[in-house]
Structure formats: structure tokens, C-alpha cells
């Protein structure tokens, strides 16, 4: 199969981590015999340096014309004191807005070998296996009014969604649960806002069309308190896009480091953004010792959703099991023993598992 992929290492380790990603990538071509082509473009406080903005007109082109894109990481100190309209996090938003990619998919899954790199207790986070959606492209944090009353004696933010809006969303959650463990929990404020009640009602709607999958009502501060108590009973998550924002760092601390974990922002054509969840970790940057992982499994994420090629996916994927079943793990694992390994060593281990039938 042929596939443009559109590379966006942005800044700091973005540049490192990308690399890993694309070699892995060119040794599955490799066992598939598939034919992936390459493009690289700026984004972020590289692109303001380069073009003068976080979001170049070429950039956003290549990524409306490619068939799927990665992305590294965006920001770093340098550009911290910019105007706002210079600032690189405004690159990240205006391609997910420009794409319209409006459903964020942050799988969280314990990897044996870093149960104890949690601060949660082993036998809590055991097991658990979750994929969050969260809507990304509306709610409140693109309502409108959003401003401050001229001497500032009042504020307003508006939750503002369309019921279509709402829907595709919720469509998108009810195919990932049939796709997994079958059980849906849809997470709102119904007790409270009128905008989760409409949401309630889609999801009730919408359930006839998918029987075979449970689905579960779960109101935001009680979500929360379950998602670090009892992380197992949930499969897939469907929510509003800033109780999404608050939920996935929350359920991220279930496997241990920023480090290991994917997410991408997808439509429903299939065209999907692919980065991990952590920054350009400037700390780190040009020492080598970034952590691949996140964008590895990233890209296997984008091999599912952007490309319907699970057995490829399911290959990366494996691979980045067994490698921490050799012992191997980078330095940000808060591990003890095994062998502790830089970027390069990492996806070259992470490489032969995928050549290796
Ligand atoms: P960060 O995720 O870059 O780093 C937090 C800590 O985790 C650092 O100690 C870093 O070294 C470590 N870390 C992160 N990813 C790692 C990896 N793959 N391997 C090993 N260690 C890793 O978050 P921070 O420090 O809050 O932000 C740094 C910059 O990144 C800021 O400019 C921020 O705005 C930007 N940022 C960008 C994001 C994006 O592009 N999606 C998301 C979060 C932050
Ligand atoms: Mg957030």
C-alpha cells in the first residue's frame, strides 16, 4: 500500500523522537512491503524562527493533501516571552482546528515491566486497559462569548456544542468499543448542565444503533475519583472537551512516565495527527536520551486509525513489549534493574523486534 506521511518534528526532542518513529516505520514497509513517502515541514518556535509564524501556509498544504501526519512536540523557552500570536502552542491548535480533526483518542495501557513505575499501588492499576475520547475541536473551550465585562466585574465562558457535533463523537466512541472490550462510559455533568443532558440523550439515541456494546453514564467528579481507584472497570471513556483535557492527565499517571504514552486527533475520513503526549522536554534535548516510545506507539496508533492496517500496528506494538521484556528502558523510567538505554539504542531494539518474524 502507498502512504504519504507528513513528518512535524516541531521543536526540541521532537526532532529525535520523529526520527526513531520514522525508522521503525521504514522497517515495517520493509516486512509489508508497503511503500511509505516522507515529507518534513515546520511547526511551532522552529516555523516562527524560519517563516515567522507557528503555522505556515506550506505546512498546513502538505498536511491537507497527506494521508496521514507526526507530529514530535512544539514549544520551549526560547519563545516563551512571545506575543501570543507567536506563540508555538498556537501551531498546534490551528492545524487540529484547520483539519477539523475532532476526535482525540489517548489510549492508556500499563505495560507489565512498569507497574511500579506508578505511584499508584500494583494491584490498582493491574489490568487496566483504557482508551479516553475526548472531543478536541468544540465545547468550552471554543464557545463563544468567551470574554470579560469592560471593568472586569464579570467573566464568561460559553459550553457551546451542536447536536451533530455531539454525535460524531459519540459515533466515533461506540466503533472503538466494538473494536475492544464492548463497554462504553460516557462521562458529563447531567445533573447540572444543559449541555451534558443533550449529550445524554445522543448517547441514549445512538445506543440502539450499536446493541452489542454497554453503555455506562458516569458524571465527571465521580469518573475521576474511579479512574484512579478502580482503573480496570473502564474500557472506553467518550467526553466533552475539557473534562477530556483534565481526565487524560489524570489516567496518565496509570503507567508510570510521559514518556510512553500515544494519542492522535482524528476525523471521520480517516486523516489523523499523531503525536505523543509529553513536550519538547528541553531539559533532555540534543543529549540523545529522549524516550522514542510515545511516538513509536503514536505511529502504530496512525497504521490502525489513518491506514485499517491492524496487523502492522499490532506488530510495533508487540515489539515495544518485548523490548521491555528484555529489560531495556530508557532513563526516564522510574525502573529498577534491567538495562538502561539512549534513543538510538532504544528504537534499534525496538527495530529488530519488528524485522524479526
Ligand atoms: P515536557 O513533556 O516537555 O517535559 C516534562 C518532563 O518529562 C521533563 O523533565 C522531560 O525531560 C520529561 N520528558 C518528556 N518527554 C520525555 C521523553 N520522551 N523521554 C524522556 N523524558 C521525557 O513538558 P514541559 O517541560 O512542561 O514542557 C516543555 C515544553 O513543551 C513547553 O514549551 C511546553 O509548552 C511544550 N509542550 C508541548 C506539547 C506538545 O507539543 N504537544 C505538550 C506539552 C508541553
Ligand atoms: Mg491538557
Redesign the pocket.
Known sequence: MKKQIILLP?D??GHE?VQSAKQVLEAVTERFNHSFTFHTHDIGGCAIDQHGTPLPHDTLQACQEADAILLG????PKW?HNPSHLR??KG?LGIRKALGLFANLRPIKGFPQLLHASPLKREVIEGSDLLIIRELTSGLYFGTPSERSQNDKSVVDTLYYERDEIERIVDTAFQSARRRRKHLTSVDKANVLESSKLWREVVEQKKTEYPDVIVTHELVDAAAMKLITNPTQFDVIVTENMFGDILSDEASVLTGS??MLPSASTRADGLGLY??V???????TGKG????L?MILSSAMMLRHSFDMEEEANVIEEAVRQVLADGYH?A?LNVTGGTIVNTKQMTQHVIEHVTSK
Open positions: 516541531g526540541g526532542i523522537v512536540a512544539v514549544g520551549g516563551d508555538p502552542e498546534l510521559l514518556g503525536e505523543p509529553h513536550g519538547s522536554a528541553p531539559d533532555i536520551v529522549a524516550n522514542p510515545a530508557t526516564d
